[in-house]
């Protein structure tokens, strides 16, 4: 083998092992910027069928309808607590800041942030729809499977995201 063909190939080699190190950085980086969409029935139960439950510490996303009579608001500060629930049950989440105008009980929210000890959601931000019949897909499809609790008619979607 000529100098010259195993310079190219070292080149070739360091090239490969240089675009390898750069898509394994990629991925890593995308995958801690992942925020997994669950209801309070995955969380509870788990997703999927091999039932995987989040783990402590994982950022992710739920949603639901605020449970009546849960909201609790801190007299002295921005800190809420409120219980996101479904057909089969809810999920302590923790909130510090200014809530959407629209965020009321019974209405469809979405929260993202981590999930702390105990299931209760530490979030970071709170996002209500601006239609008053939303409730979030994945929450409409666990209530129609259940037959627990059956969902209200005009909760259901109307018009297609």
């Not at 995308?30 to 995987?52: M, S, V």
């Not at 007299?75 to 479904?86: A, M, S």
Request: hydrophobic content about 40%.
């Amino acid at each position: 083998m000529t100098p010259r063909r195993k310079n190219r190939l070292y080149l070739a080699l360091v090239m490969l092992l240089g675009a390898t190190l750069i898509v394994t950085l990629v991925l890593y980086a995308l995958r801690a910027n992942i925020d997994l969409f669950y209801t309070p029935r995955e969380i509870i139960e788990g997703k999927g069928a091999q039932h995987e439950k989040p783990h402590i510490g994982q950022r992710l996303r739920i949603g639901g309808l605020v449970m009546p009579g849960s909201v609790k608001r801190d007299p002295h500060t921005l800190q809420v607590t409120f219980r996101i629930y479904d057909a089969v049950g809810s999920i302590l989440v923790s909130y510090e800041g200014i809530l959407p105008d629209l965020f009321r009980e019974g209405q469809g929210v979405v929260a993202q942030g981590v999930l702390g000890a105990d299931q209760v959601v530490q979030a970071r931000e709170v996002l209500a729809k601006h239609d008053e019949n939303y409730i979030p897909p994945e929450v409409a499809e666990s209530m129609k499977t259940t037959q627990n609790t059956v969902a209200k008619p005009s909760m259901q979607r109307k018009d297609p995201l």
